[in-house]
């Protein structure tokens, strides 16, 4: 089978492996699609290594049908159409993947649009409802609002009936962010969203942010009472200078870091069946929709790589075989 391999120089190259075969509790996916997440990026410049025994291949998160099962699965049969969440692997035509961490595929939806699910919704629902415990009628502040993460926490917020405010950079994103629900659009080289999300909402619950460093003092800033703060990546910054414990302790703030790779397949499983039990239905219906902004061919990789990189995708980047 081909698989996509970093070259010396950085750049993608098409490999060939040996295709897999699955253990008991396994499947064989025959992938049509895989998504494209900036921990690629990061796996890349050898910053975000997969966990220990996973593959060395990049991607987390495909879609296409089952090749074959493991002989003690018995949800799924060969030619289901899936998406599922991978440690590593999913650039590849094949990938191994056990059978809890699968999720089917709506008819209504493309394997185009499967492929950027898992990783996003996963994230986002983990963020929102797992860790943030955000509530009907509450407000959120999520930053990057336009990004594949930010796009599917606006829309399962919403569907909660939250209020929410996004931060992004330039219209174009904010008119997307305001077409998936989003209630306050923030252009934050232009305003302050401290200010804005005060006067317009008088703070937020909760926060998800990707950007970190010094936006923790901020953060603070607009937060409610006992609000939270949760932590998916650090954009800005490692280090928070001068962090404000006082205003910490006054917020009685909840602050989180979270990641989703080195969770225990135990954990990714018990959320993927939260996912599927409450949202199965509203993908279905198109209520809930991943949002991909290109899909481009395996040859194309690079240029995928290298737009998410520039932080110019609205949403999803997807290869398709």
């Not at 595929?105 to 185009?112: E, G, I, K, Q, T």
């Not at 659009?185 to 926060?207: A, C, H, K, P, S």
């Not at 800005?236 to 080195?262: E, I, Y």
Request: charged share 20%.
């Amino acid at each position: 089978m081909r698989y996509f391999t970093v070259d010396e120089h950085g750049q993608m190259q098409l490999a060939e492996m040996d295709k897999p075969n699955p253990g008991d509790y396994e499947v064989i996916i025959k992938v049509k699609a895989f998504g494209i997440n900036r921990a690629d990026l990061l796996q890349k410049q050898g910053k975000y290594p997969p966990p220990r025994g996973e593959s060395q291949v990049l991607g987390l998160e495909v879609s296409g049908t089952l090749e074959s099962v493991g002989s003690m699965v018995t949800a799924w049969h060969e030619g289901d159409r899936v998406c599922a969440l991978v440690p590593g692997g999913g650039y590849a035509e094949y990938v191994r993947v056990r059978a809890e961490h699968l999720m089917p595929l709506p008819d209504n939806m493309s394997f185009s649009d499967g492929a950027g699910l898992m990783e996003v919704f996963l994230t986002a629902y983990q963020a929102l409802f797992w860790l943030g415990k955000l509530a009907e009628g509450q407000k959120v502040l999520i930053h990057a609002g336009a990004s594949g993460v930010g796009s599917a926490a606006i829309q399962l917020a919403k569907s909660r009936g939250a209020q929410v405010a996004i931060t992004a950079s330039n219209a174009d994103k904010l008119s997307f962010c305001g077409r998936l629900g989003a209630d306050v659009t923030i252009n934050y080289r232009q305003q302050d969203f401290v200010d804005t999300v005060r006067e317009r909402l008088g703070g937020v619950d909760l926060i998800l942010d990707v950007v970190g460093g010094d936006y923790l003092n901020r953060n603070l800033r607009a937060l409610n009472l006992d609000g939270r703060i949760v932590t998916l990546a650090i954009l800005g910054g490692r280090f928070a200078d001068k962090l404000d414990m006082a205003r910490l302790l006054q917020k009685r703030a909840t602050v989180m870091g979270s990641t989703l790779r080195n969770r225990s397949d135990a954990y990714k499983a018990e959320l993927i069946q939260a996912l599927n039990k409450d949202c199965l239905a509203l993908f279905g219906q198109g209520s809930l929709m991943p949002c991909v902004d290109r899909v481009f061919s395996p040859e194309q990789i690079d240029q995928a790589h290298q737009r998410m990189a520039r932080n110019e995708n609205l949403g999803k980047l997807v290869i398709h075989w």
